[in-house]
C-alpha cells in the first residue's frame, strides 16, 4: 500500500470513528498545545531581554569596563567574593588610559549610578535613580528629551548642578507643572532641571523613568561615589563586530597601567551584551527544559493511549488483514500501513495542538505581562515529535497486525 493510501485510510478511520479518533488525537494535542504556549512564552521574554531590556539598560553595541565582572550563573564561573573585593576601584586614570587605545569611532561615556532620595517643596521625598555621566550617555542609552534639552559637554567639564529628570520625577514632585528650571534637591544639594526624558516605560516591572541625570563632575558625582572612584565606562561601537576588538584594546590597556603580568587573571570586569545576559539565556534553556515536561508526561500520555486504541483496531480488522494477506499483501506491506496510521492521527493532533498552543501563549500575553513570540523551530518541532510519538505508539500494534496467520484472520469473524 503506498503511503498516500495509507494517510487516506487513516482519515477515513478518523470521519467514520469520531469519539475514538478524538480520544486518539487528545494526548498529543494537549501535550503540543502546552509545549508551544511554553517556548513561545520563553522566546518571548528571551527577545524582550535581549531587544527591549539590552537596547534600554545597557544600550546596543556596547561593553562596560567597572569593578567587578558580571555575577551570575551564566557570567561569573567560580566567583570569588573575597577576592573580587580586593580588587582596585576604577579610577579616572583607567578610563583616560582606555579612551586613549580605542579607535575614534568609538563613544564611550563614564557612568556612576545608585539610588537616593530626592525632595522638593510640597511633594513627599521619593527614592530617584541618581545618575552621575557624561554628556555622551544620552546618545548610548538613547534617551530621547522630551522637554528642555540634555547638559553639554561644557557643563561636564564646569561640573554645573544641571539635572535631566525622567517622566516619573517629573510627575511626582511637579505634577501639571513644566518641571524645566525648578528645582530638586538631591541628597540634600540642590540642582536645577533643565530637561525631562520622554517616557521609556519599565522593564520586568522596574520603571525606567526613576531617572535623575546629572554631569559626573557636579556635586551628583560625589553623592553617588563619596570616595571618589568611578561605577563603569561604558563604550559604544557603531557595529557588534567592533566591540570585540574593542574589549581587548581596553583590557590590554587596563592590564598595562594595573601593572599586570602574563598569567595573572584581571582584576577588573569587561563585560559585554552577551555576558550580561549569559544568566537570562541559562535561565531560557532551563525554562523550556522545565517547561516541556508537564507536555512530555501528556505526550506519554498520548502514546500510550494511541497504542491501546491501535490494538484495538487490529483486533476488529483482523478479517481485513486476512483478506489482504490472502491477497498478497506482506508483513512489511501491513506493518507500514498501521504505522502510517498512527502516525498520521498523531501528527494531526500535533497539528491542532500547535494551533491551540499558539492562540494560548496570544492569550496568555494578552491578559498578563509576559510576553510571547512563536519560535519556528518550535512548531517543526511540535510535528516531528507527533510524527514520531505516533511511530513509537503504533510500532507494537502494526507488528503484532504483520504476524497473523492469514487462515487464522480470515476465520475472525
Same mark, same amino acid.
Given at each position: 500500500m503506498k503511503t498516500r493510501d495509507a494517510i487516506g485510510l487513516a482519515l477515513s478511520q478518523l470521519r467514520v470513528q469520531k469519539l475514538k479518533s478524538a480520544f486518539t488525537l487528545l494526548g498529543v494535542t494537549i501535550g503540543v498545545m502546552f509545549l508551544i504556549a511554553v517556548v513561545s512564552i520563553v522566546e518571548g521574554m528571551g527577545r524582550y531581554v535581549e531587544e527591549d531590556f539590552a537596547g534600554r539598560l545597557i544600550g546596543a553595541?556596547?561593553?562596560?569596563?567597572?569593578?567587578?565582572?558580571?555575577?551570575?550563573?551564566?557570567?561569573?564561573?567560580?566567583?570569588d567574593s573575597r577576592s573580587v573585593l580586593r580588587r582596585p576601584l576604577i579610577r579616572?586614570?583607567? !578610563?583616560? @588610559?582606555?579612551?586613549?587605545?580605542?579607535?575614534?569611532?568609538?563613544?564611550?561615556?563614564?557612568?556612576?549610578?545608585n539610588f537616593t532620595y530626592a525632595t522638593a517643596p510640597g511633594a513627599r521625598p521619593r527614592q530617584v535613580q541618581a545618575v552621575a555621566t557624561d554628556a555622551e550617555y544620552f546618545a548610548i542609552k538613547k534617551l530621547k528629551i522630551d522637554q528642555g534639552r540634555a547638559f553639554t559637554d561644557q557643563e561636564v567639564r564646569a561640573g554645573s548642578a544641571v539635572l535631566v529628570i525622567g517622566v516619573e520625577v517629573a510627575e511626582h514632585f511637579f505634577p501639571g507643572l513644566n518641571a524645566e528650571g525648578r528645582q530638586l534637591r538631591v541628597a540634600g544639594i540642590p540642582f536645577t532641571i533643565i530637561g525631562v526624558v520622554e517616557k521609556q516605560g519599565s522593564v520586568f516591572g522596574f520603571s525606567l523613568d526613576?531617572?535623575?541625570v546629572a554631569p559626573r563632575t557636579s556635586p551628583m558625582g560625589r553623592i553617588i561615589r563619596p570616595r571618589g572612584d568611578l561605577g563603569s565606562?561604558? !563604550?559604544? @561601537?557603531?557595529?557588534?563586530?567592533?566591540?570585540?576588538d574593542g574589549v581587548e584594546l581596553a583590557r590590554g590597556a587596563m592590564r598595562s597601567i594595573r601593572g599586570l603580568r602574563a598569567g595573572e587573571p584581571d582584576d577588573f570586569g569587561l563585560v559585554t551584551q552577551d555576558g550580561a545576559f549569559g544568566f537570562i539565556n541559562e535561565l531560557k534553556g532551563r525554562l523550556v527544559l522545565f517547561g516541556t515536561a508537564l507536555p512530555a508526561i501528556s505526550l506519554v500520555v498520548g502514546a500510550m493511549v494511541i497504542m491501546n486504541i491501535m490494538l484495538v483496531a487490529v483486533a476488529e480488522r483482523t478479517r481485513e488483514i486476512g483478506i489482504r494477506k490472502a491477497l498478497g499483501a506482506k508483513r512489511s506491506d501491513i506493518m507500514s500501513q498501521f504505522l502510517v496510521e498512527a502516525a498520521t492521527l498523531s501528527t494531526l493532533g500535533a497539528a491542532i495542538g500547535i494551533g491551540l498552543g499558539i492562540a494560548l501563549a496570544e492569550i496568555i500575553a494578552a491578559l498578563t505581562p509576559l510576553p510571547a513570540a512563536v519560535a519556528p523551530w518550535s512548531i517543526a518541532a511540535a510535528l516531528v515529535t507527533g510524527a514520531g510519538v505516533g511511530i513509537a505508539a503504533g510500532l507494537y500494534p502494526a507488528s503484532r497486525a504483520s504476524k497473523l496467520d492469514p487462515i487464522t484472520a480470515l476465520r475472525q469473524e
Open positions: 553595541n556596547t561593553f562596560t569596563l567597572r569593578r567587578y565582572d558580571n555575577i551570575g550563573p551564566g557570567g561569573n564561573r567560580g566567583f579616572m586614570t583607567d !578610563v583616560v @588610559a582606555v579612551r586613549a587605545v580605542l579607535p575614534s569611532t568609538m563613544t564611550s561615556a563614564v557612568s556612576s549610578e526613576r531617572l535623575a565606562l561604558i !563604550v559604544q @561601537a557603531k557595529t557588534q563586530p567592533e566591540i570585540t
